[in-house]
């Protein structure tokens, strides 16, 4: 095996090593969804030797299928979950600070078939008389957005909300249905790339705290009460490993590990699945006009769609599950869906081939009797599971919580174990960058910056601009690597190279084919794989791993059958199979 093609396995075999030399831990945290590596990064700040596991790869599950939205939960203030959206509008501004890369404002237009409907309903929702969905008329959502204002003038600089009669809305959104008297404008954010800040959240620790290690694809297999016995999911190699503290960040799973664990047999979890399109309809694209739509459907259930890569994103599903191992987005929900869509803009035809990805996690709900999924709570809440005769370590489960306020969660989690050790907080993370928004520069800034790289790394300003796009100020680091040798763009998708992919190899803990097309890259959600790019992109891959022929092929298979089960991508199954190889040129040890 060539130098270059064992460098990737020599990055997991470091990892695995300083983990085979660990014998207790002050710490250990089961689950690396977005809650889990937010634990996982205020401990490792406050110099913790904590180490997370998660079974898939980072950000794999409900983490990975959210709406694509950062927001304050505008209908939780019908619930009465005022705190809750106070705290959500507050992270929501922080991350629009600390992550300008990925987090954006988001103009949010709130389609309404009265002015005055739905008041009587939302009285007897907020005071529990009442599970129904009802529509809201203007006036109800004015109210509603008149404290969202309240919260966010307190928190950050986002615009007021508008109202705009029957005759405004249509000169702005013609398409829409005539039973539309009236709409509410304010805005929310949107995050590009939710699974990539999550691994940014990680490289920050680990590069913060020396003694901080998360491994990826590394599961909880049994616990004889004292020692847990943890089972590499790739090689099959065991691991044993002594915590004082087991942080249980499983989300949707958090009931089967407790089970594991043996803390004990409360149901802690009731998930509701959501499921989410995306569409190319550049009909829906252009009646969008750059906006989010987030609307009632007929049956008063909330929706949203919004542009998203020059499609657009349709959203979602709220279905109670058992068993989340094995979701998928359904026949059904996506007709839900496209119904939905039908409803608001009646005039625009999306049929299922317009349909290019599908994607859908199990939202960690706490467990409820509610008889509406969507009423039940949204918020987080941390539960301690004590030491007793069969069990030595302490179990902190996180329930539930929100994309939006994961921050906030990670930190009262991190507060708690540290209790528990005796430590006490050193550092805060609430105004923090991550990642790739450490000095990301302002917009006034933005096309000077990016002018002195392109001079600096001698790439062209549009590449310059695409790199800063998808990494932020982490584009630095993979420019100084991209130089070090000839470059070539992808054959199948030429804003796309070689030697970037290499670089996310090898400094972003890629194991397979998904991690890269899906979670590290959106090349999946975008639209824009296809059977020859995912065959081309499996060559380089085999390069840089040292795959075998077999394997290769055994990588692409089981790549094929994942994306066309789990995203509805059975178009590159039947595919016709791009036979030539790719040519892929070894890459020089990066920096």
């Known amino acids: 095996m060539t130098e270059a093609a064992s460098r990737p396995s020599d990055n997991r075999s470091l990892r695995l090593e300083r983990l085979r030399q660990l014998q207790r831990v002050p710490v250990l945290i089961v689950g690396g969804g ?10 490792a700040l406050q110099g913790i030797p904590v180490v997370m596991i998660e079974k898939g790869d980072w950000c794999q599950g409900a983490s990975g299928a959210l709406s694509r939205m950062i927001h304050g939960g505008l209908r939780y203030l019908e619930t009465g979950e005022f705190g809750l959206v106070r705290e959500s509008v507050e992270e929501r501004d922080r991350l629009l600070k600390n992550a300008p890369h990925y987090v954006a404002p988001l103009r949010t237009t709130v389609p309404l078939d009265s002015w005055g409907g739905g008041i009587i309903n939302a009285g007897k929702r907020f005071f529990r008389l009442s599970e129904t969905p009802s529509r809201r008329g203007a ?39 005539d039973w539309v008297r009236c709409s509410a404008t304010y805005y929310d954010a949107q995050i590009a790339a939710p699974e990539r800040l999550g691994y940014e959240l990680i490289e920050d620790s680990e590069r913060a705290n020396a003694d901080a290690l998360a491994i990826n694809y590394m599961q909880l297999e049994e616990s004889d009460g004292e020692r847990l016995t943890l089972r590499d999911s790739l090689s099959g190699e065991t691991f044993s490993l002594q915590p004082h503290v087991v942080v249980n960040a499983s989300g949707a799973w958090i009931d089967q590990l407790n089970a594991t664990l043996a803390s004990g047999d409360r149901t802690l979890i009731g998930g509701t699945k959501g499921s989410h399109l995306i569409v190319r309809c550049p009909e ?23 542009p998203w890569y020059g499609n657009v994103l349709i959203g979602s599903t709220d279905i109670r599950v058992d068993d989340p191992e094995t979701v998928v987005c359904e026949a059904d929900e996506k007709q839900y869906i496209l119904d939905s869509l039908r409803f608001v803009f009646p005039r625009i035809s999306v049929k299922d081939e317009n349909v290019l990805y599908t994607f859908c996690g199990v939202r960690p709900l706490p467990a409820s009797e509610a008889a509406i999924s969507g009423r039940i709570s949204r918020n987080h809440s941390l539960v301690i ?22 921050r906030k969660f990670g930190e009262q989690a991190a507060d708690k174990v540290l209790n528990l050790l005796g430590e006490r907080r ?3 993370t609430g105004d923090l960058p991550i990642g790739g928004g450490h000095n990301y520069p302002s917009e006034q800034r933005k096309a000077s910056w990016q002018k002195q790289l392109s001079q600096q790394y001698q790439l062209s300003p549009a590449r310059v601009s695409r790199l800063v796009s998808r990494y932020g100020t982490r584009a630095q680091q993979m420019m100084k690597f991209i130089i070090q040798a000839p470059d070539h763009s992808l054959h199948h998708q030429p804003d796309w190279t070689q030697r970037e992919l290499i670089w996310l190899m090898r400094h972003e803990q890629v194991c397979l084919p998904d991690d890269l097309v899906i979670r590290r890259t959106p090349l999946a959600m975008s639209g824009l794989l296809t059977r020859p790019l995912l065959e081309e992109i499996v060559d380089i891959m085999a390069v840089e791993s040292g795959w075998s022929a077999t394997e290769k092929q055994q990588q692409l298979t089981q790549t094929l059958h994942r994306l066309a089960h789990q995203h509805g991508l059975a178009s590159l199954l039947s595919a016709t199979p791009d036979r030539k190889p790719t040519h892929v040129n070894p890459a020089p040890p990066a920096d």
Request: glycine share 8%.
């Open 139 to 177: 006036l109800l959502v004015k109210t509603g957005l008149s404290l969202y204002d309240a919260y966010t003038r307190r928190y950050g600089s986002m615009p007021k909300h508008q109202l705009y009669n029957q005759q405004q809305t249509r000169q702005r959104w013609p398409e829409l249905a």
């Open 34 to 43: 977005i809650n889990g590596i937010s634990t996982f990064r205020e401990l």
């Open 385 to 406: 599971i004590a030491p007793d005769a069969r069990r030595d370590f302490t179990t902190l489960c996180l329930v539930g919580g929100k994309w939006t306020t994961f």
């Open 284 to 306: 829906l694209l252009q009646a969008l006009n750059g906006d989010m739509i987030y609307f009632e459907n007929a049956e008063g259930r909330v929706c949203i769609m919004f």
């Open 426 to 428: 050193k550092v805060s």
